[in-house]
């Protein structure tokens, strides 16, 4: 269930709300806007120019990921001026994963420290869909990793997962932004804004402390000598090497959910995270589609891994109040951790891809037919499992089940 869109250059996204209440912070410059943009580094105006001249097409069925870069404005860090880390481009399609164990790091881009983000497009509207897995509608995928291949303790750099619907329709990034709150984000998400300056000189206090972390000129063309990003600022249970399950080392339930760069991107076709393919045939589209739970600890069998969220998780940052969105255009990932893990560098989300979970009835049959149901219903309320992932069986397993089941109805 999507909605196709055109695919036009977009600029730069709005900003957040400041820290302070009211106005705008301010803006991190972005050294790479607009997939149609003019930077040298971008081949795609013309490739679009080739493919006019010649008669071709210039559309293509929907995307199952994010489809174009709307801007990438990195912060300082160890990877930014690194041609293997610093290409935005590898967040559009579908991501490399290389398991549990081991980061490929060959489709990752990186964010950079505290503030450092990328603004991510698809060509149609990720919808909420009543029939997807979980409840869940969007996957972003990183190079994080388990630590000692131990699911409760994890080798990530925690980045904040904001959403925006194109509500005017005008293929703009120009309507609210709303973040995706998670587990540990405050009610009111707004009042965890901070702000960081920068500058490219070691004589002053302002980080970055090795001054080589800060944007080259010889990368980023006309980078000012300081600037300042700003992002919501997870708590210090993310500021470290090791992010360890607050819910304890032998817990079933996972307490840190919600935000990017938390949980591994499998490799392609591992069907049950013992980092083997099991389906050698099976294709991005079908397999980075399909979510794992991000509340119970380990990996949902048949599931690609990386940090999925629903769409109802979104809140308006400044009120708290959900958003209510049907669904959502634009995505924007921030590292939200402001932290140097000593001779490791700074923490900075690396990005590797974002997707559009697929609709699949099967997970809400509960009769054995592939299909959902009243009688899948009828059969809930005689076992009564838990849909929702949230490691309780309550009502809300059972309308989540009836959202399914009435998709069609007015």
Known sequence: MRSQRGDQSLPSPSPRPSPSGGGSP????????????????????????????LGLPLSSPASDFAA???????????????????????????????????????????????????????????LDDPCNPFGLDAIVFSNAIWASNDPNRRFAEGAIIEISLDTNANDLADDPWFVVRGSHLPPLPASSLQTQPWDD????????????????????????????????????????????????PTATIEGAWGYAELSPTLVLGDLDGDNLIDDPLITPEDYYTAPDNPRAVGLTPASAGGDAFDIAWAVDPITGEPASLPGFDFIRITTGVNFVAG????????????????????????????????????????????????????????????????????
């Open 201 to 248: 000189s070691g004589a002053t206090p302002t980080p970055p402390s090795n001054v080589g972390w800060y944007p080259s000129p010889l990368v980023y063309p006309g980078f000012p000598a300081s600037y300042t990003t700003t992002s919501f600022r997870l708590p210090a249970l993310y500021e470290t090497a090791t992010l360890v399950n607050p819910n304890g």
């Open 26 to 53: 301010p803006s991190s410059p972005s050294p790479w806007e607009g997939a149609g943009g003019t930077d040298s580094r971008c081949p795609r105006l013309l490739l679009i120019s080739a493919l006019a001249l």
């Open 68 to 126: 174009r870069v709307i801007a990438y404005a990195p912060a300082p860090g160890q990877f930014i001026n690194n041609p293997s880390f610093n290409n935005p481009a590898r967040a559009i399609g579908p991501p490399t994963g290389g398991g549990t164990a081991t980061p490929d790091n060959t489709s990752v881009v990186s964010l950079g420290g505290f503030g450092g983000s990328i603004t991510l497009a698809f060509d149609h509207t990720v």
């Open 343 to 410: 001779a490791l560098g700074e923490l900075s989300a690396e990005i590797d891809g974002v997707a559009d979970i697929r609709p699949r009835e099967a997970f809400f049959d509960r009769t054995g037919d592939a299909r959902a149901g009243v009688e899948d219903v009828y059969h809930w309320e005689g076992v009564r499992d838990d849909i929702d992932g949230d490691g309780a069986v309550t009502d809300a397993d059972r309308a989540m089940l009836l959202r399914c089941v009435r998709r069609d109805e007015p």
